[in-house]
Structures are given as C-alpha cells and as structure tokens.
T-cell receptor
Framework: ETGVTQTPRHLVMGMTNKKSLKCEQH?????MYWYKQSAKKPLELMFV???????ENNSVPSRFSPECPNSSHLFLHLHTLQPEDSALYLC????????????????FGPGTRLTVL | GENVEQHPSTLSVQEGDSAVIKCTYS??????FPWYKQELGKGPQLIID?????GEKKDQRIAVTLNKTAKHFSLHITETQPEDSAVYFC??????????FGTGTSLTVIP
C-alpha cells in the first residue's frame, strides 16, 4: 500500500447524476493531485493542490469540481458527465513544500474506475 | 509544454532476459525523471527515479540511464521475472508541479 486510499473503487453513473470521488493520504504530504487515465493515452493532470490551495487547473471542464478541505483529503465532485469521461481517476500526493515541489516523488492511490452511461 | 514519447508500447521477453524501455523528452529544462509500474487494478507505483545531475542509477535488477544532451532516458530491467509483467510509465518533470507522462509500455515476461 502506498498510503493513498481512494473510494469508491468503482462507480457507474448516469449523465444526470451527481457523485463524488474521495481521496485520503496518510503520508503527511502537503500536495495532492487528480489525474485522469484513459486507454492508450498519457496520464492527464487535472488539478493540483498545495497546502489546500489549488495551484493548477489544466483546462478541465467545469463538470469536474475539486475540493480540498485539508491537506489529507481531496474530493472530485462530478455532475452532468459525458460518456467520454469514463476513465480511471487517480489521486496522488507528494511532499509539496516550496516552489519547486514539481520534482517531488508522487505516490498514487489505486484509482476509481468511473463509467458514465 | 513538455512532450514525452515512450517506446515500445508493448514488449514481450522470455523470463531471465533483459527488457529496455526508452523515453524522449522535448524540454531541456526537465530535471526529474521517474519511472512507474502499474499492475492490473492498481495505481502507478514508483520503481526508480533519476535527477538531471546524475547519468545512471541502479537498484538491484532495475537501472535508469539519462542522456541530457540527447534528451532521452531509459529503463533497464535485468533477469526479468513473471512478476515484472505490468505497464511501465516514464515521466519528465520541471519545477512547479508538472509531471508529463509517456503513454506506457505493456511488458509481458513469458515463463
């Protein structure tokens, strides 16, 4: 185990549903990330939080809404998704201190397999 | 932004043989290069990494080499075992939270 947990592990939702993905890290890290993993494509960075502040939003559609209430928890709120949003959503964390924490090792959770019908 | 290319996309080797996966990157400012292994149903796990001030790093059967001039880095796995079968991802990182990943290599070790 990496110290990063994600729930649920699998989620099936309709296009009109609202659901949330949860990530929790037990590593004492200060930075947390959401990635989207689709088949045959590189991992796509969606959001980055450092010390509970969003520092990166890579042109993600507004139907994805992140929330970071504290440095140990990260949520991804989903609403009005499209079938092409079906993918594995990965959460990661890193030490995340200082301005150059982009080169810190990232530790990934097991992911949430999302299927949008 | 950074562009990371990874080859091959699939690789099959006999148990005991070596496996080599190569990645190239475009931004000479990249200075951190991790390799991740992803097994079925799990998230990526860091297996080895290298920083731009080092040319080679080894950890038991796994090694990574970096050629900054040519902007490429490689993962070498020696004496492969069936449990090495997985998808391997390379990444390049510049300061300030940007990891750029390759598209992955599916490695199969044939017993």
């Amino acid at each position: 185990e990496t110290g990063v947990t994600q729930t649920p592990r699998h989620l099936v939702m309709g296009m009109t549903n609202k659901k949330s993905l949860k990530c929790e890290q037990h590593l004492g890290h200060n930075a947390m990330y959401w990635y989207k993993q689709s088949a045959k494509k590189p991992l796509e960075l969606m959001f980055v939080y450092s010390l509970e502040e969003r520092v990166e939003n890579n042109s993600v559609p507004s139907r994805f809404s992140p929330e970071c209430p504290n440095s140990s928890h990260l949520f991804l709120h989903l609403h009005t998704l499209q079938p092409e949003d079906s993918a594995l959503y990965l959460c990661a964390s890193s030490q995340g201190t200082g301005v150059s924490f982009g080169t810190d090792t990232q530790y990934f959770g097991p992911g949430t397999r999302l299927t949008v019908l | 932004g950074e562009n990371v290319e990874q080859h091959p996309s699939t690789l099959s080797v006999q148990e005991g043989d070596s496996a080599v996966i190569k990645c190239t990157y475009s931004d000479s400012a990249s200075n951190y290069f991790p390799w991740y292994k992803q097994e079925l149903g799990k998230g990526p796990q860091l297996i080895i990494d290298i920083r731009s001030n080092v040319g080679e790093k080894k950890d038991q059967r796994i090694a990574v080499t970096l050629n900054k001039t040519a902007k490429h880095f490689s993962l070498h796995i020696t004496e492969t075992q069936p449990e090495d079968s997985a998808v391997y991802f390379c990444a390049a990182s510049i300061e300030r939270n940007q990891f750029y990943f390759g598209t992955g290599t599916s490695l199969t070790v044939i017993p």
